[in-house]
């Protein structure tokens, strides 16, 4: 919804609620008949050796996305990774969408529930996008940027920042909490 939100915003187009709803709707149709054609989805390189490993370690992990519930589902789905995320917070959970915190409250929230001992010191997010960084430093953790749909320029309120997601194992994460 932001994407559209912000092309919008940018024509100096206003964009009305059902307009929005439409356009997320022909968007998730789109995904959902190139995945029954055949078609697959390519993560972004190191994406799911990371979530693998992270995932294989025993780290619980959640994500906290402004893509629709639906959307998240496919593109899980289709790269083999919905076991790895038990915790999954959409833009249809929340009333405020990025930089506003509650993206990342609301995923906080249900991890801690699932793992009480779980804090907001200890709690990493991997962010893409500047909106992304404030919301969970504004939620109260730790961010690493990574450089994958911006430039490592924009990604300067991170407490740790990467030109993409290959740069990052386990042993680095865990280094951030030593």
Not at 141 to 158: E, F, I, P, Q, R
Not at 160 to 177: C, P, V
Request: with cysteine; aromatic share 2%.
């Amino acid at each position: 919804r932001d994407v559209f939100r912000t092309l919008a915003k940018a024509s100096g187009t206003d964009l009305a609620d059902d307009t929005l709803a439409g356009l997320c709707e022909q968007k998730q149709a789109i995904l959902e008949a190139s995945l029954s054609n055949g078609h697959s989805l390519a993560p972004l390189p190191g994406v799911e050796a990371l979530i693998r490993s992270l995932h294989a370690a025993g780290i619980p992990l959640a994500i906290g996305s402004g893509a629709t519930k639906r959307d998240l589902e496919l593109m899980l789905a289709g790269l083999g990774l919905t076991e790895c995320f038990p915790i999954v917070v959409s833009a249809d959970n929340v009333n405020e969408s990025k930089p506003h915190p509650a993206t990342y409250e609301q995923a906080f929230a249900r991890l801690q529930a699932l793992h009480p001992c779980i804090t907001k010191e200890g709690t990493l997010v991997i962010e893409d996008t500047a909106g992304g960084i404030q919301s969970a430093l504004a939620a109260g953790l730790k961010v690493v940027g990574v450089a994958t749909t911006t430039t490592m320029d924009c990604l300067s309120g991170a407490t740790l920042a990467k030109s993409d997601l290959t740069q990052l194992t386990l042993d680095t994460l865990r280094g951030m909490f030593a």
